[in-house]
């Protein structure tokens, strides 16, 4: 059987085979089960209709070899915990080969560390397809030279966990999508505030656990010809746990706290927007991203599905009816399109 057909860098689409038969049918069958260990496609996880023509079968039939795949089933949920010799021990393998086989997959993006015990040593976990293994595949510019099909295999991995479920998505997004933080300037000193909605207090907390790499999103708009033109570049930055895994997977660079402050003040400079994964648990992030509103995968799916509630601050502008003249300043600076220009109708007293 010929191998199976698959999309080009500069296509939009997987072109799919449906007469596609795979050369091991035990790998695809290993494949498959990994994917419903990993996928958050909450409808198709359940009713188990996962199929050798879904993207996240092409990408880890291409990244992984059958070894490494039973390796990642021993884990058996996501992010779940175990020690290098836990892992070593339930695969029944040597101390070189456990590492070598760990080695790899953090390297690609499938498994990734934290010290999230009270011993603070290193423990491994899989986490969940988005936010997590595409957006770290994209990240590694060896990799996704390797296997481009990982751009779209990451675009299709935004958008698909979310159909026939945004409109249960409540205020504050639930756990799901991306969180908005707001510029500290634009708040007044008036208000009174919670300090994780502010930058300063992440890299204060954060502070000798910083990296930076680049913005996955920009990286998959660049490969697949789509999005604003935003150039890649180093604006993601991870914290803590992330930080580490970055860096020592080649996926970015230890920062200082100035340094971090400088590219959230260059950010703000292009209009990008500061968000934050709203799934750590409390007083927790792994990351802030500076985000292109026509590039990013959060802003464009919250736009995509009209759900704003999995993007959405804890802080919101409104307009002083009163005091609006309707000159578009507003409307000129949201970077995402909230804010629209009305009409103001003329009357025998003015305008309203």
Known sequence: MSAPKKRMVNERDYVQDPNYVAA?????????????MITDRIKDKISGNITNQDPEYWVLDEVLNKEQIAFMLS???TRVN?????????????????KEI?????????????RENDAGTLQYD??????GIAEFMMMQDDLVKKFPNIATFF??????????LTQMVPLGGAGVGMHVIPVEKAIETNNESVSVEHISHWLNKYEGLLAVGVCSCRRQQTMRGEGDGSVEQECCIGVGDLAEWLINTGRGR?????????????????????????????????GICNCAPGVCNALRTSQLYNTPNMSRSAYRAHVDHEKCVACGKCVEVCPVGAAKLGQKLCTTHGYI
Not at 104 to 112: H, M, S
Not at 126 to 131: E, G
């Open 24 to 36: 091991d049918p035990e790998k695809e069958k290993m494949v498959l089960q990994l994917i419903k």
């Open 75 to 77: 884990f058996k949920k």
């Open 102 to 114: 760990l080695e790899y997959l953090c390297w690609a993006g499938c498994v990734e560390t934290n």
């Open 82 to 98: 175990y020690s290098f010799e836990q892992l070593r021990d339930m695969n029944g393998l040597s101390d070189e080969k456990c």
């Open 126 to 131: 899989v986490p969940i397809f988005v936010p």
């Open 254 to 286: 230890a920062i200082t706290k100035e340094e971090a402050l400088h590219i959230f003040e260059r950010s703000e400079r292009h209009g990008f927007v500061h968000q934050t994964t709203n799934i750590d648990g409390e007083n927790k992030i792994v």
């Open 155 to 164: 675009n299709y991995l935004t958008q698909a966990p979310l159909e026939g």
